[in-house]
């Protein structure tokens, strides 16, 4: 165990157990010895890649979509363009190049970044340089400052990396799943004696089995809702594109990767990216109790071909040929079912009563 499992370890002799959501929290945001804390966690040298480090033609063709939605409203003044946990920055990078064929878009718009990692924040900022004409801010979390003009939200493997509680159905009902210590003082999981009272799953879900598992994500609904009430109340329009499922069944997700890799998730917290699985229909679900008009999800290989990515490819291979077998590359890894193709998947987020918005 590393110096941040004893120190859960103590924590759970001083307290008790504690959720998959508190070790979740504590794992990846531990200013000292979280995984963000201490991570670049994005790249070849990183522990996994996302898809606008795969291509440019990712964040291009989000900001053209943001642009284009911007336009289907009726080009509002004072648009805002926020950005869920940018990483390295090259999403925002990419749309805002792609989205300066708008000059009036480009001149207006006030970008926002919310991350928690200040070593990211840093290389966003030297990233975003470039963009001298456009201002940024940061902020740590979406707040009230960012219900007040038309929102255009971007968030690519963001929801992922919040955490989730997880619930194990037993003969007594939904017992939440707890992180616990066995006789060795290592951490393990356990399931907590008492069913979770009140705990019901939506009746689009299948009738529970013994031992299924049923997973939830307080902080993503809840920030969800946020969003949703901005952009029914300013216009705006949110994209969110994750790896996750759609519905029905249940099951666990939670996973740690290392180095490109699958790791273990209790055995040295910190020192892996943990993540699970989107639940587009609890996100759909909220969003339209806040008045919002869920669109998707769609695949990401459908969005993006629809987007049409395959031309913008065979642009860029033409302007660089040395790169043309990189720059294909690229765009299969996103396209490819068996790779990012599919389970990936993006999800709009629009005021209601708007025509359809770009590839949905
Ligand atoms: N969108 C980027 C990075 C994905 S990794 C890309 O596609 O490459 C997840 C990002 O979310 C990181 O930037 C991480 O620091 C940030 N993050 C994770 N949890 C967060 C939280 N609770 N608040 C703010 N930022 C968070």
Redesign the pocket.
């Given at each position: 165990m590393n110096a941040l499992g004893e120190r859960i370890a103590r924590l759970i002799a001083a307290q008790g157990p504690i959720s998959v959501a508190q070790f979740m929290t504590i794992a990846?945001?531990d200013p000292q010895a979280g995984y963000?804390a201490t991570h670049d966690?994005?790249g070849a040298g990183g522990d996994f890649i996302?898809?606008?480090?795969v291509s440019q033609t990712f964040g291009e063709l989000l900001g053209l979509w943001c642009v284009e939605c911007w336009r289907q409203q009726g080009s509002p003044p004072n648009p805002l363009l926020v950005e869920?946990?940018?990483?390295?920055g090259?999403?925002m990078a990419d749309a805002l190049r792609a989205a300066s064929v708008d000059r009036e878009f480009i001149d207006n718009v006030d970008v926002v970044l919310?991350?928690?990692?200040p070593a990211?924040r840093a290389i966003q900022a030297e990233m975003l340089k470039p963009f001298v004409a456009v201002p940024v801010r940061w902020l740590?979390?979406f707040d009230e400052t960012l219900e007040k003009q038309p929102l255009f939200l971007l968030a690519?493997?963001?929801f992922d990396?919040?955490p989730i509680r997880q619930y194990i159905f037993t003969p007594t009902g939904w017992c939440e799943r707890m992180v616990t210590l066995d006789d060795n003082d290592a951490l393990v999981f356990a399931t907590a004696p008492f069913a979770q009272p009140g705990l019901h799953t939506p009746t689009s879900r299948k009738t529970p089995r013994i031992g299924d598992i049923y997973e939830i994500c307080l902080p993503g609904t809840a920030l969800m809702e946020e969003i949703a009430f901005a952009i029914a109340r300013n216009g705006g329009a949110a994209l969110i594109v994750d790896y996750g499922y759609d519905q029905s069944g249940f099951g666990e997700t939670l996973q740690a990767v290392a180095g490109h890799r699958f790791a273990t998730i209790l055995e040295r917290p910190g020192e892996a990216d943990i993540s699970a699985h989107v639940d587009f229909s609890a996100l759909c679900t909220v969003a339209r109790q806040a008045g919002c008009d869920p669109r998707g999800p769609v695949a990401q290989n459908a969005f993006l071909a629809e987007l049409g990515i395959a031309p913008r490819a065979a642009k860029l291979a033409g302007q660089n040929p040395s790169a043309k077998k990189a720059i294909y590359e690229g765009v299969l890894r996103l396209l490819d079912p068996a790779q990012m193709g599919t389970l990936f998947k993006a999800l709009a987020i629009m005021p209601p009563h708007l025509p359809t918005p770009p590839a949905f």
């Open positions: 990846l945001h963000y966690p994005i996302t898809a606008p480090e869920l946990g940018p990483g390295r090259t999403l919310i991350e928690a990692s990211l740590d979390r690519n493997e963001f990396a919040l």
